[in-house]
């Protein structure tokens, strides 16, 4: 789950002493790759969402992974089409829907992922409406925060539980510092993170096959 405080705008620190591994890397021999279904409920503008997928794509490449992006409709989760689109197997194929707003979450909540007591799963829910706000209120480009935000839940997805961490992409609440880094293109996963996931997907892990559900 992330969270932006509504105050962020006000706790700009601008400090450049956090740590942060150094960029890009390369892994020429074991590149692994995640298929990501993504079911625009929100109806996000088409050059929108293509700029968010690339911008989740460049942050999952610096971490050693590439993502394939398979754009679905509702109704295609219900047919009989075996191109991507109705079930899903973790860790290799995750799913992540864009709706309009949450009815049950508070504002500050820009996303969520749904983990078993395992801590494995294979779906997440980004909420668009909060994007939008943020956008209006700050500096960072609208493809570039939605970009972040399913890049944050999928982290979730691929690192498992308590993967929040005290700087960069997978950090709990998004201020100053990670705004800064948001705005400028460079909001990254740990090495540690980027290791972690990359040994999960080389290992397939255990299968995990989910019906992918209809929007709220």
């Known amino acids: 789950m992330l969270q932006i405080p509504k105050t962020y705008l006000l706790s700009v620190t601008f400090l450049l002493s956090l740590a942060f ?47 394939v992006w398979a754009n679905c409709r509702a109704q295609e989760v219900r047919s009989t089409d075996t191109g991507g689109c109705e079930r899903f197997d973790w860790p290799t194929h995750l799913a992540v829907r864009i709706l309009p707003r949450s009815r049950l979450l508070r504002n500050e909540v820009f996303g969520m992922a749904f983990l078993s007591l395992e801590g494995t799963g294979c779906y997440s829910d980004v ?19 939605l970009g972040d935000v399913i890049t944050h839940e999928l982290g979730h997805l691929l690192l498992g539980s308590n993967a929040h961490a005290s700087s960069g992409i997978m950090r709990a609440h998004w201020q100053g510092e990670e705004l800064r880094r948001m705005a400028k293109g460079n909001l990254w996963f740990t090495a540690d993170q980027a ?18 559900r209809s929007s709220y």
């Open 127 to 145: 909420f668009y409406d909060r994007a939008v706000a943020l956008h209006a209120e700050g500096k960072v480009g609208l493809a570039a925060i």
């Open 195 to 212: 290791g972690h996931m990359r040994g999960k997907l080389i290992a397939g892990g255990p299968s995990l096959v989910v019906a992918a």
């Open 21 to 67: 591994p150094a960029w890009p890397e390369t892994y020429p021999d074991k590149r692994p790759q995640v298929v990501v279904s993504v079911f625009n409920d929100a109806q996000v503008a088409a050059t929108v969402l293509a700029h968010a997928e690339r911008e989740a794509s460049e942050i999952f490449y610096q971490a050693g992974v590439d993502v």
